[in-house]
């Protein structure tokens, strides 16, 4: 069967630019993707590249489209080569809507009860101030972001924020995640989960941490290792595991934690999924700022794959001003 096929590019410029070890990201850019079949039933996807965290550029998306005849076959769908892992997502998720070769989510994308998510806090101080807030939209676990300045720094927020994190619990648990991006260097990699031992040894404390999410640069695998099995605060791959093939090669080598699992930028969510429900493996599924047509063909596998029903890292509406919807795309 030939499907009809359109895109469209678009850009979302952030409230306040997001701040991590990698720079500062302002302007989120994408495409939307319409096929169209013989029956006038449409699919639609999203390509949702980050390049600096191993996906293909958006150039490189925008180009592979615009090589695109206006007819494609399933073949060519299925056929997108793993250099474009963004691209094979997006194609490959309009077919599956189109298709409606997967059960429906469990919950609609703007239904997600927020204590399924985790609120993405902003660097630095400013997160002191954002904390009450996400609290109460109803968050339980939050995302803060550091190795973006001075070590000493960051740790004297963090002790601020578990405690505040503390204050507002009421016979509940609350939950942070760090994430350095591969920002930090081994020592201070070992700092920092000396830090988070300690609030986890803290007793009758409320506020606990969930993991440190990717401490060290991609290179520095077999130490990620090593510090996951000396610390009691576990550590989470981020860019190591960027796409299915990262993810696949990391467990070859023998990591049986956590894996922060982007979709958008995964690559083929049908092979994504045969590979996690074959080893079981501990995800936690992640945002990569997508608009709500790429979310929801995320949140489709999360609820599928999340074997330990993590928090989604999802919880990223506040960041932009628009709130995209398909009808926003014109055609």
Request: hydrophobic content about 40%; aromatic content about 12%; overall charge negative.
């Amino acid at each position: 069967m030939l499907y009809k096929f359109e895109y469209r590019a678009y850009q979302r410029k952030f409230k306040r630019p997001l701040q991590t070890s990698h720079g500062i990201w302002d302007i989120r850019s994408g495409i939307i993707l319409r096929l169209i079949d013989e029956n006038n039933r449409i699919g639609w996807g999203e390509i949702a590249p980050l390049s600096w965290f191993g996906s293909e550029t958006f150039e490189q998306a925008l180009d592979f489209c615009h090589q695109l005849p206006a007819n494609i076959s399933e073949e060519m769908i299925f056929s997108i080569s793993a250099e474009l892992p963004a691209c094979q997502f997006g194609f490959e998720s309009a077919w599956e809507n189109l298709s409606q070769v997967i059960e429906n989510s469990l919950f609609l994308e703007d239904k997600i009860p927020k204590n399924w998510c985790s609120g993405l806090l902003p660097t630095g101080e400013t997160a002191l101030q954002a904390l009450p807030m996400l609290w109460l939209e109803g968050y339980r676990t939050f995302k803060w972001k550091i190795g973006v300045a001075a070590i000493e720094e960051e740790l004297k927020i963090f002790q601020q924020l578990i405690q505040a994190m503390h204050n507002l619990c009421d016979r509940e648990k609350a939950f942070l995640r760090l994430d350095a991006n591969g920002g930090l260097s081994y020592s201070q990699a070992k700092t920092w989960l000396e830090a988070c031992d300690k609030v986890k040894a803290t007793p009758d404390f409320s506020a606990d941490i969930e993991f440190l999410e990717q401490p060290l640069p991609v290179t520095q695998f077999q130490e990620m290792v090593e510090l996951n099995a000396i610390y009691a605060t576990p550590i989470a791959l981020d860019e190591s595991a960027a796409n299915l093939d990262r993810i696949q090669e990391c467990y070859s080598q023998g990591w049986r934690g956590i894996f922060v699992i982007k979709p958008a930028i995964c690559g083929s969510p049908s092979q994504l999924r045969k590979f996690c429900q074959t080893h079981n493996i501990d995800a936690v599924f992640s945002s990569v700022f997508e608009t709500k047509i790429g979310r929801q063909a995320a949140l489709n596998l999360a609820t599928q794959l999340s074997l330990n029903k993590r928090a989604l890292g999802f919880g990223t509406d506040c960041w932009f001003d628009d709130n995209h919807s398909i009808l926003d795309f014109r055609f």
